[in-house]
């Protein structure tokens, strides 16, 4: 019985890379997770229902995070850790 003959075809691999490049939908959504850790949707959800301002710190703090997310997001590459705290604002 004759034993079958197997090729190895680059390029082909089923398997991904271990390591993939964050994307900028990775860096929103790391945004959007330290903006909800930071309890601003009460805040927001009350400037809607009753017109009260968004405390100025707190809406400060939203800018700046929305800032380092647009920033981080339009590097490339996006730096691997981005969502280390060093990148983003202090609590």
Do not use: C, K
């Amino acid at each position: 019985m004759e034993q079958a003959r197997f090729r190895i075809v680059g390029g082909t691999d089923i398997n991904p890379p271990d390591r993939t490049l964050p994307t900028a939908e990775d860096v929103l959504r790391e945004a959007r997770r330290r903006l909800a850790a930071g309890d601003n949707d009460p805040h927001r959800l009350r400037a809607l229902a009753n017109g009260r301002p968004v405390p100025s710190a707190t809406r400060y703090r939203m800018m700046q995070i929305e800032f380092v997310a647009s920033t981080l997001s339009a590097l490339r590459p996006i730096p691997a850790d981005f969502a280390d705290d060093r990148y983003w604002p202090g609590g």
